[in-house]
Each structure stands twice: as C-alpha cells, then as structure tokens.
Nanobody, 125 residues
Framework: QVQLVASGGGLVQAGGSLRLSCVAS????????IGWFRQAPGQEREFVAW?????VYADSVRDRFTITRDNAKNTMYLQMNSLKPEDTAVYYC?????????????????????WGQGTRVTVSS
C-alpha cells in the first residue's frame, strides 16, 4: 500500500511558477514510478510526466516543467515554469502497485493504482 499526498498548488499569473510536491509513504520510495497527471474541469485526466530513473514529459509541458526526486525525503517535486492559463487543473501524483515494469505505458492513468488527493493549480491570464 502506498499513500500519496500532493501539495503546492495555488493561484498564479501567466508566466509565473509553482512547485508541487508529492510525499509518499508505505513503501520504499526509490523502488517505484511516480507519475503526475492533471484534470481540468470537464476534461479527462491528462498525463503530465512520470519518473523512475528516466523522466518522460508530455509534449505540452516539456521544457517548462521539471521533475526532481528526493528519495531521502520520499518526495517528488514538479517544478512548473512559464505557466499558461491552459495549465489550470487539479494535479495528481500517482504510483503503480508494481514498482516498475518495462512493458507498462506510464503515460496512461490505468497504469497507476494509488492516487494522491490532488492539488489545484489556477493560472490567470
């Protein structure tokens, strides 16, 4: 069992920055993938990034968002720069039951079994 707590959301003007945190507990943090997804009102949940050794970003956030991982603190950070109004959403971190698999597509929400409660990001124009 893995528990995830996301935080750091808020209101920011376009062009600004925010750093989201995802604190995990319940299993050795370094042994599993952590993914970030977001969901805007009325839209489906959308992949943002995932990390396990390597990091994969969605095209819409590449070069603006950066994942860092502090295994000692069981925390993953999502640094979001040059924010745009279309980045407005609730952001979720997630982890799979099986730590990592080379045949799993971690850009898909169904690859994840544990989800944090979400943190809201609002970017004003």
């Amino acid at each position: 069992q893995v528990q995830l707590v996301a935080s750091g959301g808020g209101l920011v003007q376009a062009g600004g920055s925010l750093r989201l945190s995802c604190v995990a507990s319940g299993r050795t943090f370094s042994s599993y993938v952590i993914g970030w997804f977001r969901q805007a009102p009325g839209q489906e949940r959308e992949f943002v990034a995932w990390s396990f050794g390597t990091t994969v970003y969605a095209d819409s956030v590449r070069d603006r968002f950066t994942i860092t991982r502090d295994n000692a603190k069981n925390t993953m950070y999502l640094q979001m720069n040059s924010l745009k109004p279309e980045d407005t959403a609730v952001y979720y971190c997630a982890a799979p039951r099986a730590g990592h698999s080379f045949i799993t597509d971690y850009t898909r929400s169904y690859a994840y079994d544990y989800w944090g409660q979400g943190t809201r990001v609002t970017v004003s124009s």
